[in-house]
């Protein structure tokens, strides 16, 4: 089980910005390209230090990926950098063809993503990537939870040969995983354990299920909270074996309920194990302007949301 | 008919209301808002044919439209002061359950907003559309649609700017916001946009250029672009302007194009702008 304690408020974008800088310390094959947005990505220290291997690609992201997906031949190791939404669904037959199906070492480092975004509204606030991505043959979907699981998740990417899309969001956010932890593409962290029920969590719903499970456990049930950080490929074992435990599961994700972790899941379960879930999602609707807080209150994502979800699931 | 100094108090109240809008909610885009404002306020007042009375269909109306979005302080600012809602909903935007979200939308239904923007390059090719089904119902009227430069970086507005020669789109009046700054600096250091005026000439267009912070100047360009539809092309303004015009310390970079001014500097911007038709 891996120990967790907050430190402080910290965003996840910075990781990936302090993670990218200590990647292409390590690796000079490492390159950065950006779309206009170098500042929101955090990419500034990438690129006042390796100014050569850092291309503005300007506002034009279909351009970006493709240009990304051929500076793989040859041996670079590309990470494109803009909103996840223009990531994403602006640029998805590009990253169909050019990356996916041809099997290209692109990682695609996506920002701003969900309603954590905030004041930018629904345009920006994108709650079908995990979908999109999942849906393409051998991408690996990575969305971590802070900032230090962040850092550690793009230097971990650049050392993995294949196509990846990596999540991550705006906000400050409760950092509570350690400095310089080892991460494992593909597999599960379990932040707590417990025996009646079965938290799977990712992003920015991690931090609000370890509030969820401590206020669960004090009123008497005892919850096991699972950090999925790599949805794709999803940890089948971990799942399954808490799961035969618990034998109920409540999944929480910044993201539209169909097709993101908690499909990913359900899918999961009624092959192996049927057991009951319920889904802590976006219900098939649009964000909206305001502050995160508000959002994640209003669309049902927060701390409570989860509380209700348990006290469902254990019910039936 | 409006004179010009009328206008440009319109326009100093419309600079305000950027302003203290995004001061409110420490967030939004200042640096264009304040650039397109003469645009704007000359738009609404002098130039288009409209019912504030809002209908989707806009039939045999002037139609208006932001490819982009960020800069929808200036719009919601000049749709409140022309009749389509409530000055004092702008005191809502970017805020939780608000018709002005943060882009333009219809899912809430604000009046004036006819397609939502905010992802950049969309809006020319709606534009084409909405002009081209005027056209196929006899509706004489000219859709206007305005556009960032850096905006122009997307390839989807060229293809649009292709498509709209192909098919003599007249009734067709695209502005580009021309203030050579974008995100992350200067266009020129990002992805320079090398002539414009030459590229849309190339691509079939009819190409003027107009100061957009010199009010007269906006009129009488807005009109000279309105007698030049129906000669079979599409009209394209390259209107220059200066992000964060009306305000001395926002201009003269790109570092205001998403930044809310703090306390200190709305006072001093506004201690720079006349009160001109009263504060939300
Ligand atoms: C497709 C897309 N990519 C990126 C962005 C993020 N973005 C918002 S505004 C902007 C710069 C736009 O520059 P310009 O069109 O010149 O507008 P200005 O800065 O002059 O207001 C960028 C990159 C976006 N909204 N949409
Ligand atoms: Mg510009």
Redesign the pocket.
Known sequence: MAKYEYTEMKDTRSGFGDGLLEAGKRNKDVVALC???TGSLKMNAFKDAFPDRFIQAG?A?ANMMGVAAGLTIGGKIPFTG??AN?STG?VYDQIRQSIAYSGKNVKIAASHAGLTLGEDGAT?QILEDIGLMKMLPGMVVINPCDYEQTKAATIAIAEFDGPVYLRFGRPKWPVFTPPNQKFEIGKAVTFQEGNDVTIIATGHCVWESLKAAEELEAGGLSVEVINIHTIKPLDNDAILKSVAKTGRVVTAEEHQMNGGLGDSVAQLLARNNPKPIEFVAVDDSFGESGKPEELFEKYGLGKSSIVAAVKRVVKR | MATIQELENTASQVRRDILRMVHAVNSG?P??SL?CADYFTALYSEIMDYSTDFKMDGTNEDLCFLS????SPVWYSVLARSGFFPISELSTFRKIDSRLQGHPTTHEGLPGIRIAS????QGMSAAIGAAMTKKMNGDTKTVYCL?????LQ?GQIWEAAMFAAHNKVDNLICTI?Y?Q???DGD?DDVLSLGNLRAKFEAFGWDVMEMDGNNMEATVNGLKEAKSKTGNGKPICILMTTE?GAGVDFMMGS?KW??VAPNDEQLKDALSQLTETAGDY
């Not at chain 2, 982009?68 to 800069?71: C, D, M």
């Open positions: 779309a206009d947005l506002i992201e803009t909103f223009f602006r920006h | 885009h640096g264009g650039g982009n979005g960020h800069i905010g992802s950049l390059g556009h960032g430069d850096g905006e997307e916001d203030n700054r974008q995100i266009t992000m790109h194009h998403g």
